[in-house]
């Protein structure tokens, strides 16, 4: 599969170089010069809306546009994946731009990330798990690109939103090499999962320690009844940062008032209990912030 895509807005720093300070909508004369699809704006209306989706100012748009690409992007990559051997590579378009533009890509013109070059890495990893729920199942598949097994530990966690473990279940498993296939079908273990209030998390160690997981929702990720995660961060010595939360937080994005603030991982989903330690590749750590979808749900 090849030359597949959507649309997503870029950084909110490259937005301001071409704009009055960002201030400015999607049907304006700045931000119609600066996409080049005849519906590209409608599009990303379109499929925000589908998801759930209300954005009410121009960082929500931002924002939730990122958030949509990395989501076309996963579900893509993850089902011709997952459809091994009837399709045995993907490749989407497009890797970055020539000029500061809303497109396709995954990097802007400046050579910051958007969500989905996030995404997209981890969904090439060379073992891709994914979790499907439906109903009163939840489905654990694996796709390995590696030439030998792997072997490891499944957890499996059917969590809700306040970050309360309902139900979990540890397997010892082995993947098998170049293969897609179902590891682990749990059936009748509960009742039907409450669409809007809980989610499956799914985490494959191997024994060599790669770490491999997915996040599954039962409803579209706008109808989420999210709660506020209360992200805590903490700025070390060697230049990174520690993060945690008291309530699971989805597509968290870290930002800093420098402009050319990099670092190598961003828009990433948080657990409870867990401590996230994300690098600072470039700039200074000034007045860091953090916001998830909590923040532009409500």
Known sequence: MSEYGFQGFPDERTIFSFSNDGKVTPDSSEFLCHQKHPVGYQTIKKYLQYDGFKPKSNEDLIYLSQVEQSIGYRTAI?????AKPHCMGTLYWQ???????????SIDFYGRWKAMQYTVRDAYKPILLSAQIKENRIDIKAVSDYLQSSDGDLKVVLYNLKG?????WEHAIT???????QILSLTNKFSKIDSTNNFVYAEFESKTKEQFIAFSYN????????VNPEINVIVNADNTLTLTCSHPAFYVHISSVSKDFKIDNNYFNMLPG????VKVIEGKIDKI?????FDFLH
């Not at 912030?289 to 979808?293: C, D, I, R």
């Open 219 to 226: 409803c579209k990720q706008g109808n989420l009844s999210l």
């Open 78 to 82: 993850e089902s011709h994946r997952l």
């Open 164 to 168: 309360d473990i309902l139900k979990s």
């Open 95 to 105: 890797l970055n731009d020539c000029w500061p533009v809303v497109s396709w890509s």
């Open 175 to 181: 993947i098998k090499p170049n293969i897609s296939e």
């Open 289 to 293: 912030s953090t916001k998830s979808l």
């Open 274 to 277: 867990k401590e996230y330690r």
